[in-house]
């Protein structure tokens, strides 16, 4: 099963991402995560990409799409979870022509829908437990609020990410995300024209419900 899930920072996505990775076992390839790897083992890959990461811009495409679809052709047998990519119309173009070019078929295309302020709000409630950073907690999500300023699930001791409070950074990643011109979001409807006549199944979630009622709604349409 070859999956794409598009979200805006702050809709959960990873979350979701993670859990349906889990379930049907597929590899989850996240261009974000690949470029921390080749930054952490100090590859001249890693270096080229460093100064744009560390800027909140997007790496150029003559580096990121040869390293995404080079990733894609080692995928396991069970297939893949692709997240983070593509975020622009030409890395849709690119991905679409490079699966057709290897027979490769898209079973789904999931987007998580979030208004933008909604979005933002919920990154800069984001709070890490000291004990186990998978507890969560957010100051502006009743349902993971923390309890007298501690983690709600073990009692630990909560603290802000910086980047989750850097306003000027966390605009820089929507504009690139809810651009519907050019961006994250072009790419995503990109995708969704093709949906009926490549015959893949295009699934929108409302992204301001519970984690739980998401997973829900997501799992029943993918089985
Ligand atoms: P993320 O972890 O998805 O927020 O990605 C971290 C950073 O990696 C982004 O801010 C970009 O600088 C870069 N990046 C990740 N995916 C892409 C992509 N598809 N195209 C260009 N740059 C990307």
Known sequence: MNI????????????????????????HIESGAIFRQHIGGGTELGKKAKEYIDRGELVPDD????????????????????????RSIVQAQKLWEALKADGVKLNYVIEILLPREVAKNRIMGRRLC??????????????????????????????????????EAINKRHDIYYNTETGTLAACYYF???????????IELNGEGSITEIKETLLAQLS
């Not at 969704?192 to 295009?202: H, I, P, S, T």
Request: hydrophobic share 30%; aromatic share 8%.
């Open 63 to 86: 580096i990121t799409i040869p390293m995404v679809l080079d990733v894609l052709k080692k995928a396991g047998p069970n297939g893949w979870l692709l997240d983070g990519f593509p």
């Open 4 to 27: 794409l899930i598009f979200g805006p920072n702050g809709s959960g996505k990873g979350t979701q991402g993670s859990l349906v990775k889990q379930k049907y076992n597929l590899d």
């Open 192 to 202: 969704k024209n093709l949906a009926n006549e490549a015959g893949f199944k295009y």
């Open 130 to 167: 000291k004990n186990d950073p998978n507890h969560p907690n957010n100051i502006f999500i009743d349902a993971i609020k923390p309890v007298d300023g501690k983690c709600r699930v073990c009692g630990g001791e909560l603290s802000a990410r910086s980047d989750d409070q850097d306003e």
